[in-house]
T-cell receptor, first 117, second 115 residues
Framework: GAGVSQSPSNKVTEKGKDVELRCDPI?????LYWYRQSLGQGLEFLIY????????KSGLPSDRFSAERTGGSVSTLTIQRTQQEDSAVYLC???????????????FGEGSRLTVL | KQEVTQIPAALSVPEGENLVLNCSFT??????LQWFRQDPGKGLTSLLL?????REQTSGRLNASLDKSSGRSTLYIAASQPGDSATYLC??????????????FGEGTQLTVNP
């Protein structure tokens, strides 16, 4: 696609439910990132995928959070047993691999706004 | 651990003014620095990217500079317009071998340009 696509754009759920957020990166971009932006806060790194390498999961806030990337393209961020503090905008970004000549410029999607009641 | 600070947190100017947004970072061993714009309820739009070997980048009315040794970058906006009103974010990418490949973001500067 022309840009990074995220779905759903908005999700309202009840505390304790599981949610899945989807990201479709720019075609050809091997690097994919998930960030979280809480109200009035900066962007918080969650997880990074690069090709077939093991992902950098060091930013995931708890074991309720997980992410996968199938076939090196689409990624899904899953939050289990959601809590009210999980309410935030979840942003996905992609870039070309830097070591393959890419500049590392990051392109973001519009985000998925999650509200946990 | 890399820390990125943006000053001021908010700025309100009349239309037509030239303005400067500031970004500072604590670890000068960076790969690149990227400036973004975020409109309310939207994602981030890339404005300018400066590689660590570069001193500045220009796009239209925007000019971004980088002084790696002092840990500073500035975003200069010439002849500001109401449509420039948004939050401007600075993000630093560390060197892959020391910090993986993540970007560290500042808290942003909320800019309002009044007609």
């Amino acid at each position: 696609g022309a840009g990074v696509s995220q779905s759903p754009s908005n999700k309202v759920t009840e505390k304790g439910k599981d949610v899945e957020l989807r990201c479709d990166p720019i075609s050809g971009h091997t690097a994919l990132y998930w960030y979280r932006q809480s109200l009035g806060q900066g962007l918080e790194f969650l997880i990074y995928f690069q090709g077939n390498s093991a992902p950098d999961k060091s930013g995931l806030p708890s074991d309720r959070f997980s992410a996968e990337r199938t076939g090196g393209s689409v990624s899904t961020l899953t939050i289990q047993r959601t809590q009210q503090e999980d309410s935030a905008v979840y942003l996905c970004a992609s870039s070309l691999r830097m070591l393959a000549g890419g500049t590392g410029e990051l392109f973001f999607g519009e985000g998925s706004r999650l509200t946990v009641l | 651990k890399q820390e990125v600070t943006q000053i001021p947190a908010a700025l309100s100017v009349p239309e037509g003014e030239n303005l400067v947004l500031n970004c500072s970072f604590t670890d000068s061993a960076i790969y690149n620095l990227q400036w973004f714009r975020q409109d309310p309820g939207k994602g981030l739009t890339s404005l300018l990217l400066i590689q660590s070997s570069q001193r500045e980048q220009t796009s239209g009315r925007l000019n971004a500079s980088l002084d790696k040794s002092s840990g500073r970058s500035t975003l200069y906006i010439a002849a500001s317009q109401p449509g420039d009103s948004a939050t401007y974010l600075c993000a630093v990418r560390g060197r892959v071998e020391t910090s993986g490949s993540r970007l560290t973001f500042g808290e942003g500067t909320q800019l309002t340009v009044n007609p």
